[in-house]
């Protein structure tokens, strides 16, 4: 569609199509970026550092181009916006690239960002084709502070002079918030991300590949193995968060589950859904979905039901309190086909109580010692010690050591090292000092959380923005891969060129942040092509304060 009018009398077809919905609910997705309009919805991409500023950026190109404006006062504005935007663009990506930028830097960005959005909505709409006057009245609504309905060119022009303002003012509070070459907050002042160029190589997922089992774990795996017992057992798996409780209940799960007729892993959380644990534990044992609009009851019912007379091996993982054990274990039959159940537990006395007092069946998990610490790094991260560089390997033992044996902090930050095209001493140092810093925390979370935040620090842009948009889904829910990557490519989160395919690109990125380690199959078909999802929890406490630290700053 061609925007063409005359100075003095615009066709009327030009002023219905001026304002029209910015902000559909969700953005149109191209296949394969064919024609003129996947060519304007595909023009960049939103990004949670850049917001808007890439995208809008092409598409102001896109304005000054043959089917664009004809107007030569019009497009001598959107030139000079054009530019004001490239300016200001600048500015933000050398923020975006600071690991942690100052307060008064985060203000800022916000700031930036929040603009590009109101000026990407306004752009946007003089492409819609809509013509519903309620679409025009929102627009219109959405722009107020900005804009008033455009009708003719010079009242374009005017509008897009205001936009040239708030961008011009927004560079001025650049200087005066100090962010300048010579203010006290440059950036120059600031360290900047280590990021990866270009995408980890593909690796088949193994959640067990992320724990090394030591000889406490075979002992505990042996006396399981050789314990005939047939009453049905409880095991606890306990210890303080990041040291692996839920990929060791996945070994024991492995390791006995073909012993049983049916099986389950049920992960729950601090603010449990009983209904959809009940729903996921019926579906997992049944091979099918319960009927829709089954009551708690009526699921409760089903399942105890189901598991008379048969042998069962259950996971029951992150159990946070005795009452929510004491709720879920009515449902479990008390037969005497040697059945097992497994929960995990970060608090004693709910391991305890879910084994009525019975300590031997609980196993603690401890921190790893030096050797099998070595062992998960360099496994995560040249698949053997022996094929570490020489010249590589002193730095990456002190790491190591840093990690002080916690698998999620060590595999963590083998995998931000894996996704490096090159491993330099300069990167090693960078991650030994800052790793120095993060270890003065005294908790294993606390310390884990921030060697997490360190890799999530430095992710590239677009993967970052894809994370963040995780966190829509509450702690410890599982996700289907194909509604997540769909959702990704409705919000525009999704870069490619004329000759890639949206949904592989959209795809690769979730196999790039599965091989970071910040998202984790929990299902996985048998030709390895991941089915469900979910985020290990401090991940999720990550990203919410990541949310949370923006939202603090606009208020």
């Known amino acids: 569609m061609q925007i063409v009018e005359d100075e003095d009398n615009e066709p009327p077809e030009v002023r219905k199509n001026i ?25 960049g991409t939103i990004c949670a550092s850049m917001g808007a500023m890439v995208p809008l950026v092409g598409k102001l190109d896109m304005l000054l181009g043959p089917q664009g404006w004809s ?23 050398e923020l975006a690239e600071v690991e942690d930028p100052p307060t008064t830097g985060m203000c800022w960005m916000n700031e930036a960002r929040d603009l590009s959005y109101d000026m990407e909505d306004f752009i946007h709409s003089l492409y819609e084709k809509r013509e519903d006057p309620s679409i025009v009245a929102k627009t219109y609504r959405a722009l107020g502070k900005f804009t008033s309905p455009v009708k ?53 997922y193994e959640e067990t590949a992320d724990i090394i089992v030591d000889g406490r774990m075979n002992e505990f795996i042996t006396s399981l193995a050789e314990d005939g017992e047939q009453h049905l057992k409880v095991i606890s798996v306990f210890g303080s968060s990041c040291l692996g409780k839920t990929t060791f209940a996945r070994v024991l799960y492995n390791r006995f589950v073909k012993q049983y007729s049916c099986q389950a892993f049920i992960r729950v959380s601090r603010k449990p859904d009983m209904k959809r644990i009940f729903g996921d534990m019926l579906s997992q044992l049944q091979g099918k979905h319960p009927p829709h609009g089954c009551k708690e009851i009526e699921l409760i019912d089903s399942i105890t039901k189901y598991l ?47 084994c009525r007092y019975r300590s031997e069946l609980v196993f603690e998990m401890k921190p790893l010692d030096e050797d099998h610490s070595r062992k998960l790094f360099f496994n995560r991260l040249f698949f053997s010690e022996s094929y ?20 999620l902090a060590t595999v963590s930050i083998a995998s931000l090292l894996a996704s490096q095209p090159v491993i330099t001493i300069d990167l090693l140092t960078y991650i030994n000092q800052s790793l120095i810093s993060c ?72 196999h790039q942040l599965i091989g970071r380690r910040f998202i984790q ?12 999802c979910t985020v290990h929890d401090q991940y999720m406490i990550l990203l919410h304060t990541s949310l949370q630290k923006r939202i603090s700053l606009w208020q």
């Open 388 to 407: 570490c560089p020489q010249d590589l390997k002193e730095i990456l033992t002190e790491i190591v050591e840093i990690c002080g044996g916690l698998p």
């Open 71 to 93: 107007s030569k006062r019009v497009k001598d504005a959107i030139h000079l916006l054009k530019a004001d935007v490239e300016e200001i663009s600048c500015y933000l990506h």
């Open 439 to 510: 270890f003065s925390a005294n908790s294993t979370s606390e310390r884990t959380r921030k060697v997490l935040n360190l890799s999530y620090n430095n992710l590239p842009n677009h993967l970052k923005t894809c994370l963040l948009y995780v966190s829509m889904y509450l702690e410890g829910r599982t996700f289907y891969k194909d509604d997540l990557v769909k959702q990704w490519m409705a919000e525009g989160f999704i870069e490619t060129t004329q000759c890639q395919v949206v949904e592989k690109v959209a795809e690769s990125y979730l």
């Open 308 to 354: 008379q007379d048969k042998s069962y091996l259950i996971i029951i993982d992150d159990v946070w309190t005795a009452s929510l054990w004491n709720a879920i274990n009515q449902v479990f039959p008390k037969g005497s086909h040697g059945s097992r159940i497994i929960t995990t537990t970060q608090i004693e006395d709910v391991a305890l109580t879910c």
């Open 521 to 532: 199959p929990t299902s996985i078909n048998y030709n390895n092509e991941v089915v469900s």
């Open 19 to 43: 304002l029209a919905n910015p902000s559909p609910p969700t953005r149109a997705v191209s296949v394969r970026g064919e024609g003129r309009d996947e060519e304007w919805k595909t023009k």
């Open 152 to 204: 003719t060119p010079k009242r374009l022009v005017q509008t897009i002079s205001e936009f040239r303002m708030y961008v011009q003012e927004a560079i001025q509070r650049r200087e005066v918030y100090g962010l300048s070459d010579s203010g006290p907050c440059s950036v120059s002042n600031w360290r900047r991300r280590f990021v990866s160029v270009g995408p980890m190589l593909p690796t088949r």
